[in-house]
């Protein structure tokens, strides 16, 4: 919770909206029920409760639609070994970045993803 918090005040003194979620499976519910291309980004945590982000961006990704396809889904995680990093990126994830959170690297990531 307490990176997330980071991430949300990194973010938002930068000018980005940001809107957080506790778990996966919410993470989900609010990327499915807005618009497409309402967000711009998604800063997925790979150890949530109830569904971590593996498995939400997999669902993501599988809706068929160019949004859910191509939304850049970066991992956030405290783990940084080239087997999470794998997964992330089999999962679908765009990039992956660890925790905690270095400011200038999460802002050049979404300055790359973001076009």
Excluded: W
Excluded at 11 to 18: A, G, H, S, Y
Excluded at 35 to 49: K, S
Excluded at 83 to 107: Q, R, V, W, Y
């Amino acid at each position: 919770e307490i990176n997330r918090e980071i991430a949300q005040t990194l973010l938002e003194m930068n000018d980005f909206f940001v809107e957080t979620a506790g778990n996966g499976q919410i993470a989900l519910q609010m990327f499915c029920k807005k618009e497409p291309f309402y967000y711009d980004a998604i800063l997925m945590d790979i150890r949530m409760p109830i569904m971590d982000g593996f498995q939400s961006t997999k669902i993501i990704r599988g809706m068929g639609n160019e949004y859910a396809k191509n939304i850049p889904i970066i991992a956030m995680t405290a783990n940084d070994f080239n087997d999470d990093i794998d997964n992330a990126k089999c999962a679908g994830m765009n990039a992956h970045l660890t925790k905690p959170i270095e400011s200038d690297i999460l802002f050049h990531t979404l300055n790359i993803l973001i076009v």
